[in-house]
């Protein structure tokens, strides 16, 4: 059973249960705080275990801020381009360092 | 998908990245009532900050080792929009415990399980899962809840 927000990278992947809250990426139960959709989704998602075949379950719950963040999340345009770039570089640079002192699996 | 592809490129990778993906839907039914399951949580975020992010392995916890907060910076997630200082919202373990003494559950697993979020499919698929399938059998889970961050 998985509980989360991204529903093409999971649809993609196969899974048997999913239960999909439309959220920005960080808190697959709901809203920091929010206890009562942190119960409601895991009730949501237990109640999947009753289907006899893979269920994909896309929950009511909303974010209740603006829904800015869905076209701002991994945005690339002229201000970030070259700060992404050098994101990239130190990435690489970091992974082939772990490489050869030999922090890899 | 598109979008976080746009994104790696943007950084300089050359070659895509390749999501994981099984060629068929594997399913197993629940065998029990939901009050008589043992139920366990599987994160991806991190228990054990101390170990080097390259080298971390699957973990098995016990739930009685709980962190107050786990790592969670060095992961990919909406970091403008919202925040993870409220474990509950990616690790509901007091929710899980609310809804065993209401019965709607049986009870918590010994273990909760960390898993790495890993570029190698191979260290994920034939190390990690593994390990935690076998840890769930050890301790009777019937369901296990991913919640990736």
């Not at chain 1, 209740?64 to 345009?77: F, H, L, Q």
């Not at chain 2, 990245?17 to 599987?42: G, Q």
């Amino acid at each position: 059973m998985v509980i989360g927000s991204a529903m093409d990278i999971v649809t993609h992947c196969k899974v048997p249960r999913y239960l999909h809250n439309d959220l920005p990426l960080g808190n697959p139960l709901g809203e920091p705080g929010d206890r009562v959709a942190h119960k409601e989704t895991l009730l949501n998602a237990l109640a999947l275990t009753s289907a006899d075949s893979p269920i994909v379950k896309v929950s009511a719950l909303q974010w209740s801020g603006d829904s800015d963040w869905k076209s701002a999340y991994n945005r690339v345009d002229d201000s970030n381009r070259e700060s992404l770039l050098k994101m990239g570089e130190e990435n690489r640079r970091r992974r082939a360092a772990n490489k050869s002192r030999g922090l890899t699996r | 998908m598109e979008r976080t592809r746009l994104y790696y490129r943007a950084q300089g990778f050359e070659k895509d990245y390749v999501w994981a993906s099984h060629e068929e839907t594997p399913f197993t039914p629940l065998a029990k009532p939901l009050p008589e399951c043992t139920v366990t949580l599987v994160t991806t975020a991190v228990a054990h900050p101390d170990i080097p992010k390259p080298v971390r392995k699957a973990e098995s916890i016990p739930f009685s080792e709980v962190p107050d907060s786990f790592l969670t910076d060095e992961l990919s997630w909406d970091k403008e929009t919202t925040h993870t200082d409220d474990r509950e919202s990616y690790f509901p373990v007091e929710s899980l415990n609310a809804l065993t003494d209401e019965g709607v559950i049986g009870s918590l697993a010994k273990h909760f399980h960390f898993v790495p979020t890993q570029y190698s499919h191979r260290a994920t698929k034939e190390e990690d899962a593994p390990a935690i399938a076998a840890a769930c059998r050890k301790d009777g889970v019937d369901i296990a809840l991913l919640v990736p961050i």
